[in-house]
Nanobody
Framework: EVQLVESGGGLVQPGGSLRLSCVAS????????LYWVRQAPGKGREWVSL???????YYAASVDGRFTVSSDFAKNMIYLSMDNLKPEDTAMYYC???????????????WGQGTQVTVSS
């Protein structure tokens, strides 16, 4: 059984930082395209970042320069480092894995349960 489990969310003040983690079991993350996706209350899913199987990284314009995705293949973990957080970053954050470089989040193979990030003073 494949599982993705996120952690590291919480309440942070504007301008602060958080690092989200996602541990995978039942699959080898090095073989998958790895995504972070977020969903704010009342809004649709928003793709945040992609780590390709070749090690290339891609970011949504809204987070580029502030967020960094990384991985540890030995631990089968994916990370999202978030700096200079803004209130509009408040959302549930999900990690996801897909066997190909998809753009439609609804088609991703595997999803975690999410971790809440709240940016507020």
């Amino acid at each position: 059984e494949v599982q993705l489990v996120e952690s590291g969310g919480g309440l942070v003040q504007p301008g602060g930082s958080l690092r989200l983690s996602c541990v995978a079991s039942g699959l080898a993350i090095k073989d998958y395209y790895l995504y972070w996706v977020r969903q704010a209350p009342g809004k649709g899913r928003e793709w945040v970042s992609l780590l390709s199987t070749a090690g290339n990284t891609y970011y949504a314009a809204s987070v580029d320069g502030r967020f960094t995705v990384s991985s540890d293949f030995a631990k089968n973990m994916i990370y999202l480092s978030m700096d200079n957080l803004k209130p509009e970053d408040t959302a549930m954050y999900y990690c996801a894995a897909n066997s190909w470089m998809a753009t439609d989040a609804s088609s991703f193979d595997y999803w975690g349960q999410g971790t809440q990030v709240t940016v507020s003073s």
